[in-house]
């Protein structure tokens, strides 16, 4: 069958921004114009037909997991359609690097799912959202795309490697040190990179649609002055939630610790950990460095994760559901 089909999928954000004025790209509402309105004028690939639908319309920085599992499996249920060429996911940026993780750890799609995002509002005069929206269906409907991308201001990252890196210029994205997968240059697109390999589905599909909670991590910072209190607290807490058998969601399973450089921690919060680790809260460490990646060694008692740590708390979510 043709794969003459590109599906946009709507989740709110700053691409879907209302403000009263024009000209404000601060004062606005994330999250409140239709996707169909935003596809609206948006140039559509040739030979291709398109279809839409809401599956949330939120400010990104309350995503949830009832919306990243709507999301999930919308997703998951168009690309397996076989008519479909590609996903395009509207997103708000603040959050997008986590949403383009799990859909890449949990899909794996050998089909483009590509996600969208602005800056500015589309209520602003100088929106950015329309030429991001019209780039993003042309990268999903390039012959031999795959794998989970980002497309923003011309660039296209993989959804591993993106993070958001500006609050506020256009060019808000980066892959650090693995740089970009391409660009899109007047509706030309050069290849500096291969697309993201395509994989199998999370092996714990049935229990991450399923399951009613999410397993419950955390993540926090090693700095200058940290000591053991907030690790404590949640201790106390998880000995609460245990004592009156809480649901899964409300006790706290896993911790992210976001160390300095190669990942080290004060020792006040270390102490902190090790005493988590041994109440059986499962510790991952990685670093708060904008760039690079932790590299194992030394005599830490808790594990590395390679990943950024927003990225690493939903992959070690993942691990424990
Ligand atoms: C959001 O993440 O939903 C708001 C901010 C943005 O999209 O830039």
Redesign the pocket.
């Known amino acids: 069958m043709k794969q003459d089909t590109l599906v946009v999928l709507g989740t709110?954000?700053?691409?879907?921004?209302r403000a009263a004025d024009p000209a404000d790209h601060i004062g606005y509402r994330?999250?409140e114009v239709p996707v169909h309105e935003l596809l609206a004028g948006v140039a559509w690939p040739p030979g291709l037909r398109g279809v839409c639908e809401q599956v949330a319309q939120?400010?990104?920085?309350?995503?949830d997991s009832a919306v990243w599992r709507t999301l999930l499996q919308a997703v998951q249920a168009h690309v397996q359609r076989p008519e479909v060429r590609g996903v395009v996911v509207t997103?708000?940026?603040?959050?997008?690097e986590e949403t383009a993780y799990l859909l890449y750890a949990v899909l794996q799609p050998a089909k483009p799912v590509v996600l969208a995002?602005?800056?500015r509002p589309a209520t602003s005069a100088q929106a950015d959202g329309p030429a991001n929206l019209a780039d993003a269906l042309a990268v999903a409907a390039l012959p031999g795309a795959r794998g989970v991308l980002a497309v923003c201001a011309g660039e296209v990252h993989s959804g591993l490697d993106v993070r958001?890196v500006h609050n506020h210029r256009l060019v808000?994205f980066d892959s650090g040190d693995a740089g970009a997968l391409g660009v899109l240059e007047e509706g030309r697109f050069t290849h500096w990179r291969d697309w993201p390999r395509a994989g199998t589905l999370w092996p714990r599909w049935e229990s991450l649609c399923a399951a009613p909670a999410w397993p419950r991590v955390e993540w926090l910072s090693s700095h200058g002055g940290q000591s053991a209190w907030l690790v404590q607290a949640l201790l106390e807490q998880r000995a609460r939630a245990l004592e009156r058998g809480a649901p899964r969601g409300e006790m706290l399973e896993g911790l992210v610790v976001a160390g300095t450089g190669n990942g080290t921690v004060h020792r006040d919060l270390s102490a902190a950990l090790e005493a988590a680790q041994a109440a059986g809260v499962v510790v991952w460490r990685t670093t708060r460095c904008p760039r690079g990646r932790v590299l194992a060694g030394g005599d830490s008692p808790f594990p590395v994760s390679e990943l950024p740590p927003a990225k690493a708390r939903l992959a070690l979510m993942l691990q424990l559901l």
Do not use: E, F
């Open positions: 709110g954000g700053t691409i879907a921004g994330a999250g939120t400010d990104s920085k309350d995503m997103h708000g940026t603040d959050t997008l995002s602005a800056m958001k808000a």
